[in-house]
């Protein structure tokens, strides 16, 4: 076969139109070799002699898109110095842009013998390995346009590509579960209804369906088993796995974004799928082994976890961390994708030990011109010493804010003595953010994510029920601040399905009127439920697909509702910390831009936030207080609003609070649907609050009386001199008579 030395970049398989580059990175390899399969499987060795600062790379003028490939790269075997080179074995390119097939797991694709960790395995791998695709890279954008919405006016919605449209009805039965779906105008609608801005995609990067799991007959649902960092997982493409992914995958973010949402990929750089010195030899373990992965000081046969996966990236080498920026900036310039979700982020700041706020990753990030400029939202935690970093990121960066999901858990539910901290989080977490030169956008809050309860679930199950993971209910999260009203699971009690439905809208009405940005998980607006499960990674089934035949359609309207008054009220979307604080405030002095009220009307005072009292509150939202200016540099004002929370078990009686910040008032929302019909409520009056229930009060304004454009009203105007025909002149008798 023809070949050239090529370049040694970019890295991977690159197709210019005439023929295609390869180029991989290996620092301790003795010599590499370029395999290409024929569709029967025919293996074509080709040498790479060409190496540039440890890249190997060659230039092949007759292949293109559709050619699948691997690698063998040759070396030294010798596990307890972090080397793990066996040319038996054939490896996925880590920067692969598309796979073709899966994983057969067989004792080929590991390097050692079965039973013997330290042992060496030279079986050939090559049939029952994934192989990289050569793609196209040219699509017709057709002029696509990235939305660009700011980050306090977006919603974003958490979903998985195969459960939200593997059973709707209207998807077409060969686009359900893929790419191809998300992009079908049924799912689009249903997101333009909800007022949706964003869907936030887990992992989309291919991955590897765990051999443990498969023996059990489950499989690696969620995808956070990444394996190819450029490539789009083939198994979500309904038009084939020789680069019809990529196409299809490209297709998609057009269709979601002629519709004005936004595309997050939920990425995993933090590990790998070959797992620890027991995992299978599949892409980087066999090309360089140390460089890729943080192995212990002590003895190099072994990894450092910090995910609980087995392994964990080495982001203190320049090559991996070369790597993630590459992949970033690929899904942003070529897939246009607009930001990403960083799962088990803390891990990507331990260029050492600790978690270092400020290291490369972050430095690389931060100075970057195409990755610094989309949406930035770090899983804020991994099971690392000190893992836990919520309030920790950089500036740029959002945060999914694990104490809102707690916080508001167990507000609703009724937990004691935490009135202060509900407070706290309903308004963008200041605790968290104002001291590191971040806004309330900052804040990701959630009730419910893919990791955990539904909402619906969260109000039907005091307990797990993850027997269906076959691991005798012993994962998942045990505490799950959840309430079920009475009854464990499914009731026909219509008391207690009564509590449950305005539990629900409850948290819907919470999550969306806080400040910061709402995040809402997949099918919590139809009332999906998972009957139980909180860890539903391995359940690839009706347990976890969204049902769109059991739509809660109320729930469905009571969300695109109050996302609606969201989007129409900038008070409840701030992109500024309030002024306002819990202390007594003199008579006279202006209204703050917020103010928290006790149920009897009066202010809440320093004592009452640890009174231990509190399951009920007031707060009032200065509509005049927003001091912001819209994208023309107008000044923003709104309307005033109430928010009235009660979590007792009683029904409570809330005075409407002095004139001095509204004459009279309105009902917006009633989660009890008790006070929906009221008139104007003037101040000094009582409203009944429901036990377990949200009231929202807008200041009432007399509606605008339609101006008559009618050619009669016209000239009657003129008759009595109301209108100047000219600027500055007088009707003429002649005008008034005419």
Known sequence: MQSWPGSSYPLGATFDGNGTNFAIFSEGAERVELCLFGDRGKETRVPLLEVDAFVWHVYLPTIGPGQRYGYRVYGDYDPASGNRYNPNKLLLDPYAKAVDGQVNWNQSVFSYNFGDPDSRNDLDSAASMMKGVVINPFFDWAGDRQPKTPYSESFIYEAHVKGLTELHPDVPEELRGTYGGIAHPAIIEHLKKLGVTAIELMPVHQFVNDSTLQE??????????????????????????????????????????????????????????????????????????????????????????????????????????????????????????????????????REFYDVDRLSTFFELVQQDPVVSQVKLIAEPWDIGPGGYQVGNFPPQWTEWNGKYRDTVRDFWRGEPATLGEFASRITGSADLYANSGRRPVASINFVTAHDGFTIRDLVSYNEKHNDANGENNNDGESHNRSYNFGVEGPTDDPEVLTMRARQQRNFIATMLLSQGVPMLLHGDELGRTQQGNNNGYAQDNELTWVHWDQMDHPLVEFTAALAKLRREHPTF?????????????????????????????????????????????GVFLNGDGIRERDRRGQPIDDLHFIIMFNASDDEIDFTIPAVEFSPNWDVLVDTAGAQSDTGPIPPGATVKVSAKSTMVLAEHSEPEVEADHSVAASLAAVMTGSIDLVPGASPTPEMRTS
């Open 573 to 617: 979307r701030r992109r500024r910390f309030f002024d306002g604080r819990p202390v007594r405030r003199e008579e006279g002095e202006r209204v703050p831009d917020i103010v928290w009220l006790r149920p009897d009307g009066t202010q809440m005072q320093p004592e009452d936030w640890d009174s231990g009292f509190g399951r009920a509150i």
């Open 216 to 349: 059990k007959g489950l499989s690696n649902y969620w995808g956070y088993n990444t394996i190819a960092f450029l490539a789009p997982q083939n198994s979500y493409a309904a038009t084939g796995q020789r680069g019809q992914q990529v196409q299809e995958f490209k297709g998609m973010v057009r269709a979601l974004h002629a519709a004005g949402i936004e595309v997050i990929l939920d990425v995993v750089y933090n590990h790998t799928a070959e797992g620890n010195h027991m995992g299978p030899t599949l892409s980087m373990r066999g090309i360089d082994n140390a460089a890729y992965y943080r192995l212990e000081d002590n003895d190099k046969r072994y990894y450092t976890d910090y995910t609980g996966t087995g392994n964990s990236m080495n982001v203190g080498n320049p090559h991996t961390l070369q790597l993630i920026m590459d992949s970033l900036r690929y899904w942003v310039l070529e897939m246009h994708v607009d930001g990403f979700r960083f799962d088990l982020a803390s891990t990507l700041a």
